[in-house]
């Protein structure tokens, strides 16, 4: 009697192994540590649109398998601080559709057409009138970016004295 009721948990765990593994791997895997091996595989896209809409954002990018349609509902004002047209995205499928819900964005490479803040704020100190004796001392060359060496520059330039030295 004892071997009959140890072998019906064994049949009752062989069933609900078996529909474990066929149901919620997509429940799980978030859970998972990263090195973990699953079948996903990483996907590299350009981003072509992006469009917000509600709680979501839409991102329409191009792969090498095709066009694909992102929504992305969890973290869409995140990700649409980050990701911009033209940047390239890498993703993760388990394989490839036509619209993709959610996927985990492993990496965002910016792209190199948007220009830099920087020479606006170069040109900001240059576009500067002399404000009198001390407004020209506290402005002088340490702010300005010239192309040959700050020193020599500095001291050569008729602008850097006050106006009413000659």
């Not at 948990?9 to 973990?36: E, H, N, S, T």
Request: charged letters at 20%.
């Amino acid at each position: 009697m004892n071997k009959k009721s140890s072998f019906l948990p064994f049949v009752i765990g062989a069933i609900l192994g078996v529909l474990a593994a066929v149901y919620l791997p997509g429940y799980v895997r978030p859970y998972l540590p990263d090195w973990l091996p699953g079948k996903e595989t990483v996907v590299t896209a350009t981003v072509m649109a992006k469009q917000r809409k509600d709680q979501q954002l839409l991102l329409a990018v191009d792969t090498k398998q095709g066009a694909v349609l992102i929504t992305i509902t969890n973290k869409a004002d995140e990700t649409d601080l980050l990701v911009e047209a033209g940047n390239t995205l890498e993703f993760t499928l388990a394989a490839y559709s036509p619209f993709v819900n959610d996927p985990r964005i492993t990496r965002v490479i910016k792209s190199e057409q948007a220009p830099s803040p920087e020479p606006a704020k170069a040109a900001a100190p240059e576009a500067r009138p002399p404000q009198g004796d001390k407004g020209s001392r506290d402005a002088k060359p340490q702010r300005q970016t010239t192309s040959g060496p700050a020193g020599a520059a500095s001291k050569t330039t008729p602008s850097a004295k006050p106006p009413s030295v000659k």
